[in-house]
Each structure stands twice: as C-alpha cells, then as structure tokens.
C-alpha cells in the first residue's frame, strides 16, 4: 500500500508533513498581508485618533511592565457579547499598533483593563494602587504603596521613545519628522510626540494632570495613573464605522 511506503520511510514522511503544514501556514498568513484591514485605520476629520503615548504614559507603561500587572491582567476586549457588555468596545488591532511589547495577555485574575481609561477617578486608582482593599474589600490584588513614595526618574524618556521609534512609532526627532505628525496626529498631539521636548512635555502633563493628587514632586504614581487613565480612550466609537462586528453588541 502507498500509505505503508510514507510511514516506513522518515525522510519521505518528513518531506510531506512540510508541504502539508506549509499549505495551511500560507493559507492563515498570506491573507494577512493582502488585505488593506488588518491595522484598521481610525481617522476623525482626517487625523490619526490613536496615537503614541506621550512621555509621561510611557513612564507609566514601564512601571505597569516591571510590576508585572499583566501577569493578572489582560488589555483585550474579545468581540463576544460577554465580554462588550462588560468591558466596552471590542479591542481594535489599531488600538495596540504603538505597544511594543502589546499587552493583550488571556491570564484574567483580576478584570480587563483594556478600555479602564476615564472609569474611575485618579483618586480612586491611587487609592486602589496604595491599598486595594480599602476600596473593594474582596479584592486580591496586591499593595503598590512604594508607587507614591518613588520619584519618577524620567532622564532617560528620550532614550526609551528612541528606541521604540527604532520598532516604527513615530516619535520625531527631526523637524521633518515633526511636521509629518502635525500631518498626521495634529499640532498638539505633534508636540507631545516630539523627543526633543520629551522631558518639558512629562513634567507638564504631570503638574497639569496632578494624577496622583500631590503637585509637589512627580511620582510613579503620576504616571501609572496618567497610563490608566488613557488606556481604551483613543477611538470615538461613536464616529467610528463598527462593521461586521457591530452585531455582536
Ligand atoms: C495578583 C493579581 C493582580 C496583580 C498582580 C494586579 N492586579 Fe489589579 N486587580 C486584580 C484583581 C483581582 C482585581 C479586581 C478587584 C479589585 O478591583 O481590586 C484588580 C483590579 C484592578 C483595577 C480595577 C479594574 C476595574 O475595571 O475595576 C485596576 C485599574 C488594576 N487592578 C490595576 C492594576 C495595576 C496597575 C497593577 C500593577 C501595578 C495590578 N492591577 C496588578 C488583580 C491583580
């Protein structure tokens, strides 16, 4: 029988598995890259809505790394009914395409934190990151207490955009680089993106946002809080075109 020659022969055997897996490789990958949606694009009157974070909710970002907050939380909203009715707006491929490293994650212990931006106020977050059961007394979530104590060290912001520009998020360097983001994203939104002013523009947000509630120093806390508070908030979903997934809501 022919079957018998395949499964007696390795090499044979090896070869045809190949060619078999290659097939359904190409058939789940190469679509990806032929159709325009994978990265949808989400425009209000002609600007990017989503945009890099600005120095500060990076600062914040690395801080949510190193603390392993995404060992119990995931940042993806799937499209079930489920799951919209609890966290919002399913999660779109454009809302992660500047987080390098993303955060999707699948491991749940505590809830998604995907559209978590404008939930709760700062002062609720900080209190919640200081001592989780002061506020949801069945919570198992550890302390971050030292996050308001710890001076934010932010000299290096302009080293950490420079190397995730390194991975293709536009933060300019350059005039040109500059201008093609107030082409993009807007003049404010440009200026936030700017390396050059990277270190001016996390102090400001900071003493403007006053995320964790004490304007005499600039905290962890600050940015934290500043990153949490930003997280799901870049798309209007009133303005944005829902399609096909519009009917799982
Ligand atoms: C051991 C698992 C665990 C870790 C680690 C953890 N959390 Fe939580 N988190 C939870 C649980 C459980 C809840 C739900 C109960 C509550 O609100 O405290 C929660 C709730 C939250 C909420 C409220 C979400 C909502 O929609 O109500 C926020 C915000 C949050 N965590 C942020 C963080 C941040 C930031 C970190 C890292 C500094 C972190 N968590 C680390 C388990 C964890």
Not at 65 to 91: K, N
Not at 185 to 207: C, H, M, S, T, Y
């Amino acid at each position: 029988m022919k079957h018998e020659k395949i499964e007696t022969n390795s090499g044979l055997l090896i070869v045809l598995t190949l060619i078999v897996i290659s097939i359904g490789g190409l058939v789940e990958i190469v679509p990806l890259y032929l159709i325009d949606s994978t990265v949808e694009t989400v425009k209000v009157e002609g600007k990017d809505t989503i945009r890099p974070y600005t120095p500060l909710e990076l600062a914040g970002r690395d801080i949510y790394l190193r603390e392993g907050c995404y060992t119990c939380h995931s940042q993806m909203i799937r499209p079930f009914r489920d799951e919209a009715l609890r966290y919002g707006h399913y999660s779109l491929a454009a809302e992660s395409q500047y987080d390098h490293p993303f955060q999707w994650g699948s491991k749940r212990t505590g809830p998604d934190l995907a559209r978590v931006g404008g939930k709760y106020s700062n002062q609720w977050h900080v209190q919640h990151l200081i001592a989780p059961r002061s506020v949801v007394p069945e919570s198992i979530m550890p302390n971050y207490p030292w996050l308001m104590d710890t001076l934010l060290r932010y000299k290096d912001m302009p080293a950490r955009m420079r190397a995730l520009k390194k991975v293709g998020v536009p933060y300019s360097e350059t005039e040109e680089e500059y201008q093609a983001n107030v082409e993009r994203f807007g003049e404010e939104v440009a200026g936030w993106l700017d390396i050059r002013r990277a270190e001016q523009n996390l102090l400001k947000q900071a003493v403007a946002g006053n995320y964790d509630g004490d304007n005499s120093d600039v905290t962890e806390m600050d940015a934290l809080v500043a990153y949490l508070q930003v997280l799901g908030t870049m798309v209007d979903f009133s303005k944005f075109d829902e399609g096909y997934f519009a009917s799982f809501r």
